[in-house]
């Protein structure tokens, strides 16, 4: 506070001061005497307005008035560290901001939820490089900027739902002081949600240009993406989380609607498990056909091997297998047909609409070129060869020219802007969901 308003609350004291013998008897407090500091307030607000007064409250600076203390936020994580950005609920707007607690103005809440039967559930803590433990935990984000509502005559509300399954390193925990997960991107203080997917400021974009409610529920896993049980009962895994939304979050009778399931990296074969466990046709890859070294090959330097600080000559990869690529292949492959099939007896000037409308989505996103040469160990080699096998798929199908033409939409992989930490993030989520 200035000292203009110090110096009128000292004025206004003295007034309401010589004006206290005139009020003492229309004033009282509640066990009926006079109460001077009622006086003082009526006084001031007389003298300089309501707004003068509660400036004056909120400051503290009027003897016996007590400002009324601000609600605390919504509790987050019970381990988080003491002022942990997931120690409470918090709100990001659409450039990555964060207010603590669950604001009103225009952003995302993002809600930290702990307690969960279902997912990743170790015997013991496994902080590892982070504050929190990843038991039972999830991270939902709720645009604010739009409310579900029921149908006429329906009890239920659907809310559709973006389930993604994060890769290794500390998912959406914090990192302690110092210390590193295996990718070595995210920060202390940072969380990947935010600053790695900027899943926040995206989904905030999605929802308001659609009109339409997506949340994003985000289960904690281990440092190896390891998701426990959810593969197998990822419906039952919504229902738990939605439980513990509503009501203060979600509306009375919200139910989970459409899912579309989104993996990263190391989260693509639970993703693609949960997929075809949950029946689901929504599914997003980012840099998630994984694969790994099946021979290696001494470094060469000078026509001599590298021998490393172990005594050992130093090895490179020479060659790579993927042992999700056929997973992925042949998930497409049945939507594919199962998507054919749902056209029989559908006129053919219909079917696009169709497909359009209750088709499969599927969007391969890989941060890697796929037109550079032959690299079995990279991510563009894999997601080029399942490009190449959608392409050959419908071109071999007996359909009109425009089924053919929005099963390509439906189905699609493309190389977008990276790095591998960040491909979820840049606008790529935004656009995969759009398509």
Same mark, same amino acid.
């Given at each position: 506070m200035g000292l203009t308003e110090r110096m009128m609350l000292s004025r206004g004291a003295v007034a309401a001061r010589r004006g206290e013998a005139k009020l003492a008897h229309s004033v009282k407090s509640p066990l009926g005497h006079s109460h001077p500091d009622v006086q003082l307030v009526l006084a001031l607000q007389r003298t300089h307005g309501n707004a003068f007064v509660q400036r004056l409250v909120r400051s503290s600076l009027i003897p016996g008035v007590v400002a009324r203390q601000p609600k605390p936020p919504d509790p987050g994580w019970s381990d988080a560290p003491k002022k942990g950005l997931n120690e409470w609920v918090i709100t990001v707007d659409d450039k990555g901001n964060i207010v603590t607690g669950k604001g009103t103005s225009k952003g995302v809440w993002r809600v930290p939820i702990e307690g969960l039967g279902i997912g990743y559930l170790p015997k013991k803590g496994e902080q590892g490089p982070a504050?929190?433990?990843?038991?039972?935990?999830?991270?939902?984000?709720?645009?604010?900027?739009? &409310?579900?509502?029921?149908?006429?005559?329906?009890?239920?509300?659907?809310?559709?739902?973006? =389930?993604?399954?994060?890769?290794?390193?500390?998912?959406?925990?914090?990192?302690?002081?110092?210390?590193?997960?295996?990718?070595?991107?995210?920060?202390?203080?940072?969380?990947?949600?935010?600053? =790695?997917?900027?899943?926040?400021?995206?989904?905030?974009?999605?929802?308001?240009?659609?009109?339409?409610?997506?949340?994003?529920?985000?289960?904690?896993?281990?440092?190896?993406?390891?998701?426990?049980?959810?593969?197998?009962?990822?419906?039952?895994?919504?229902?738990?989380?939605?439980?513990?939304?509503?009501?203060?979050? =979600?509306?009375?009778?919200?139910?989970?609607?459409?899912?579309?399931?989104?993996?990263?990296?190391?989260?693509?074969?639970?993703?693609?498990?949960?997929?075809?466990?949950?029946?689901?046709?929504?599914?997003?890859?980012?840099?998630?056909?994984?694969?790994?070294?099946?021979?290696?090959?001494?470094?060469?330097?000078?026509?001599?091997?590298?021998?490393?600080?172990?005594?050992?000559?130093?090895?490179?990869?020479?060659?790579?297998?993927?042992?999700?690529?056929?997973?992925?292949?042949?998930?497409?492959?049945?939507?594919?047909?199962?998507?054919?099939?749902?056209?029989?007896?559908?006129?053919?000037?219909?079917?696009?609409?169709?497909?359009?409308?209750?088709? &499969?989505?599927?969007?391969?996103?890989?941060?890697?070129?796929?037109?550079?040469?032959?690299?079995?160990?990279?991510?563009?080699?894999?997601?080029?060869? =399942?490009? &190449?096998?959608i392409e050959t798929t419908i071109t071999k199908l007996k359909v009109s020219p425009a089924v053919a033409d929005q099963l390509r939409q439906n189905y699609q992989v493309r190389e977008v802007q990276g790095p591998h930490e960040r491909v979820v993030g840049q606008g790529n989520l935004e656009t995969a969901l759009k398509d």
């Open positions: 504050f929190e433990s990843p038991k039972g935990k999830a991270v939902a984000l709720i645009p604010n900027i739009v &409310t579900p509502a029921a149908p006429e005559k329906e009890k239920t509300v659907q809310v559709d739902v973006l =389930l993604h399954l994060h890769g290794h390193g500390v998912g959406y925990r914090e990192l302690q002081p110092g210390k590193q997960d295996a990718p070595g991107v995210l920060k202390p203080g940072q969380l990947r949600d935010v600053e =790695l997917y900027q899943m926040e400021q995206q989904l905030l974009s999605y929802v308001a240009a659609s009109k339409r409610l997506l949340i994003a529920v985000l289960p904690q896993g281990s440092v190896f993406s390891d998701f426990g049980n959810l593969s197998s009962n990822s419906s039952a895994y919504l229902t738990d989380v939605f439980a513990k939304l509503i009501p203060k979050y =979600l509306p009375n009778g919200a139910i989970p609607g459409r899912v579309i399931v989104s993996g990263h990296s190391g989260g693509g074969p639970t993703a693609m498990a949960v997929a075809i466990a949950g029946n689901r046709k929504d599914v997003l890859l980012f840099d998630a056909i994984n694969n790994r070294c099946t021979e290696e090959e001494p470094v060469i330097k000078d026509g001599e091997p590298v021998i490393g600080r172990d005594g050992r000559p130093e090895m490179k990869c020479k060659k790579c297998a993927s042992f999700e690529y056929d997973t992925v292949r042949k998930w497409v492959s049945s939507r594919i047909t199962a998507d054919i099939q749902s056209l029989a007896g559908k006129p053919e000037d219909r079917q696009p609409a169709e497909l359009q409308t209750n088709g &499969t989505r599927f969007r391969g996103y890989t941060s890697e070129s796929l037109t550079l040469r032959k690299n079995e160990c990279g991510y563009g080699h894999w997601y080029k060869k =399942l490009k &190449t096998e």
